[in-house]
């Protein structure tokens, strides 16, 4: 139990706890000091001093984000001079840059703005020089008006403590300190992994998403919280969505994520450009045809029922959710007795433990990450990594090929060395082994040692690789042999090699969101939706079970995958 | 209007500086309850009557709206400061410099050229230069240039808080903005 310390805030009685800030222990009670540089997801660093507060026996007011209670304190948090010195920094906060909100982005949702209005600053108090500064629009998802920001250093904080990649900094002194990115270089052209947390973190309008600018402001918007499908660490994210259009996507700061998104995650979204299938269709002539559900799967139900089970394939992507890929299994296996399998790798060679959560990825003293790249294929993992790294952790790294994890690593071992790089684990007090599909399984089998000792985290190459390994689905692909072949893509596509061999069956269906090459060879193509258009859930590497609500209304005509497959199943 | 009652009315003179008239249409918003305010108030001047120049026996309320722009701004502003009691500084160009002030970023010269040569639509452009325009200078709120009593700012205000701040000030108020009444957008 932490030591209870006992104070008063605007004379009420809190009991706080030892350690904790005059601001945490305020916000414990529902008591609201207003703040500007502190966010809970960083270290305060007292940078704005909005949240100064009157403390009894304090020479002066004194930021309540970095002051830590003490027993008996007597804390004052909008009293008279308390307020008149708000007043007074907010003057000064808008004496420098451009916050003059009729065409601001963030007008609305701005939290300088939204502090003028609560002090009623009804204008500025100090003149303002109005001098340019410059708008950096180097990167391609988000732009910097330097113009508006206030240097809370939020940015720089999230950049270096969450995305653990240090890119950000200020430059020169006084009125003329910017923010930077590795020591003034354009943002496009630095070491920026372009995660957008700083995006999501910043309380003004300096910096911009391209995409959903000017395009609804907070009370115009709907927020779902959901999980990002790019890939199976499933990071808690937020889609932001207005009149049925997604906006644009943030990461969930209570999660395992940390409100930390990679480029993938919060941008791939807005660069889809394929056209997306609308109805069933059916090859006539030589030609793909629109027809009615009850006809495509008439005709997809007959081209089963002709051929053998045993001559009959059904592959899944992992990247789809819990019950569509229940329902496949069921459906496939259980009534058609065909051969099933998924598309992509799942770890299934491994018998290696489960269930490292990266949390304790964050409290690790050594880390050993083997066949995998985590920052290329599962990048918020590879951030995890790199802020253990910079508290103190050593990462392990056993891979053969140029890992982008390399530049971090204490120590790199060859595959074949995997001998070394246990021995070396087994002398830390609190490993956690990350292992990918790149590993041999003899290898792997070394890693074994360690498994009383270390927490594991499978890096399992598609999103919901968890529930295809437990439901015991492998990587069989071999239509070649089969006479009808059923296919569930989902947004995913196929190599010319994969779409070769599968249009060497008889009959080839294909379930997916968008047309590809696959879709225009096929005899029967079923749409299906995006992730954010389902409501269902997915086990994400942790193996937790996760939400993955809907975030749009489903397409006019669109009938949920598990639901086609149930339908399916009732004409077998 | 009745002869008699219109000696008790409060005289209130308003005007524009660099403004979009978007201020003073949000006045004309007010709608009937205008009217009802012309029991109170007598309007002597704005831009959009034929008087336009504040009494020379003064008012109680002046009204300007719109950033202090040029030279000739300089002499509206200063002759309104003489000839009221209160001067409302209306707007977000008035309270705070607005659009106009986007110019102080480039230099007096290159605007000109750019408004009255390079512009797309011009043929044959000329920067005018005779002595009898007002010169343009730094762009800038008018409290920068003669003491504002009451700030309204807005883009535009609604009618709903100028119908506030006419009211508090005919009640012998000062009015105090929050909520809904002060706004920057």
């Not at chain 1, 966010?39 to 305060?44: F, G």
């Not at chain 1, 807005?270 to 495509?296: G, N, Y």
């Not at chain 1, 249009?503 to 939706?529: C, G, N, Q």
Request: aromatic share 6%.
């Amino acid at each position: 139990m932490d030591k209870v310390v006992n104070i008063r805030i605007n004379g009420r009685h809190i009991r706080a706890r030892a350690g904790q800030t005059v601001m945490e222990a305020a916000k414990g009670v529902g008591i609201d000091i207003p703040s500007l540089c502190h966010h809970p997801a960083v270290t305060p660093i007292g940078a704005c001093r909005i949240c100064v507060v009157e403390i009894e026996r304090q020479r002066g007011l004194q930021p309540a984000c970095t002051f830590p209670v003490t027993e008996g304190m007597r804390v004052e948090t909008e009293s008279p001079k308390v307020v008149e010195e708000r007043r007074f920094i907010l003057g000064l906060l808008f004496s420098e840059g451009n916050h003059y909100c009729p065409f601001c982005e963030s007008s609305g949702d701005c939290e300088l703005q939204a502090l003028a209005y609560r002090y009623g600053l009804d204008h500025w108090i100090y003149q303002n020089p109005g001098e340019a500064r410059p708008v950096d629009g180097t990167r391609e998802h988000f732009i910097m008006d330097h113009n508006r920001c206030i240097l809370c250093r939020r940015c720089i904080r999230v950049c270096s403590e969450l995305a653990a990649n240090n890119t950000l900094g200020v430059k020169y002194r006084g009125a003329k300190t910017v923010i930077c990115a590795d020591g003034g270089v354009p943002f496009g052209e630095s070491t920026c992994i372009s995660c957008g947390t700083c995006l999501q973190i910043c309380p003004t309008g300096a910096l911009i998403d391209r995409k959903s600018a000017y395009a609804g402001r907070e009370s115009q918007v709907e927020r779902t919280k959901s999980v990002c499908m790019f890939c199976s660490v499933g990071c808690g994210s937020e889609i932001i969505t207005r009149a049925g259009r997604v906006l644009r996507v943030e990461g969930e700061w209570e999660e395992h994520n940390n409100g930390v998104l990679c480029l993938k995650g919060r941008f791939e979204l807005f660069k889809e450009t394929r056209k997306r299938i609308e109805t069933p269709l059916i090859r006539k002539d030589s030609r793909m045809q629109q027809v009615s559900w009850e006809e495509a799967l008439d005709t997809l139900a007959q081209a089963f029922k002709k051929s053998p089970s045993k001559k009959i394939g059904a592959w899944t992507t992992c990247r789809t959710l819990n019950l569509t890929l229940s329902e496949f299994v069921a459906v496939f296996l259980g009534k058609i007795g065909a051969n099933v399998g998924v598309l992509e790798l799942t770890l299934a060679r491994f018998k290696l433990p489960l269930g490292g959560s990266l949390n304790d990825l964050l409290s690790a003293d050594t880390i050993l990450v083997t066949g995998a790249d985590p920052l290329s294929d599962h990048p918020v993992i590879g951030y995890h990594i790199k802020r253990a790294c910079m508290n103190g952790a050593r990462l392990v790294l056993v891979s053969d090929n140029n890992n982008e994890m390399r530049r971090f690593a204490h120590k790199t071992f060859s595959l074949n060395e995997m001998g070394k790089a246990v021995k070396f684990c087994q002398n830390s007090a609190s490993p956690v082994v990350l292992y990918g599909e790149e590993t041999p399984p003899e290898q792997a089998e070394k890693l074994a040692a360690l498994q009383r000792k270390a927490h594991f985290i499978p890096l399992f190459p598609e999103s919901n690789g968890f529930h295809a390994k437990a439901l015991g689905l492998r990587a069989n692909f071999a239509p070649s042999q089969m006479e009808a072949v059923y296919l569930l893509l989902e947004d995913t596509s196929l190599s010319d090699e994969k779409i070769k061999q599968a249009r060497e069956a008889k009959f080839l269906a294909v379930h997916a969101s968008y047309h590809s090459p696959i879709t225009e060879v096929a005899d029967i193509v079923f749409p299906a939706l995006l992730w954010y258009e389902h409501e269902g859930s997915l086990y994400n590497l942790e193996g937790k079970k996760v939400a993955v609500r809907k975030a749009v209304s489903l397409p006019e005509g669109l009938i949920p995958e598990n639901e086609v497959l149930t339908q399916l199943a009732a004409r077998m | 209007m009745g002869g008699e009652r219109s000696m008790a009315k409060i005289k209130i003179a308003t005007d524009w500086l660099a403004a979009c008239a978007g201020c003073h249409m949000s006045l004309l918003d007010l709608d009937e309850r205008l009217v009802q305010l012309l029991d109170k108030i007598e309007i002597t001047s704005s831009p959009i009557t034929d008087l336009k120049y504040p009494p020379r026996e003064g008012v109680t309320v002046g009204i300007l709206t719109g950033t202090v722009n040029n030279t000739a701004h300089l002499e509206v502003a200063r002759v309104m400061r003489e000839r009221c009691q209160i001067l409302v500084s209306l707007g977000d160009c008035s309270v705070l410099g607005g659009v106009p002030l986007m110019r102080n970023q480039v230099k007096m010269e290159d605007a000109l050229r750019r408004a009255y040569v390079e512009t797309e639509s011009t043929v044959d452009g000329l920067i005018p230069r005779s002595e009898e325009l007002a010169q343009p200078i730094f762009a800038r709120p008018l409290d920068q240039v003669v003491k504002v009593d009451v700030y309204l700012p807005g883009c535009p205000p609604s009618a709903d808080a100028i119908h506030f701040v006419i009211g508090e000030l005919l009640e012998g108020r000062i009015p105090v903005l929050k909520d809904q009444v002060l706004k920057y957008d």
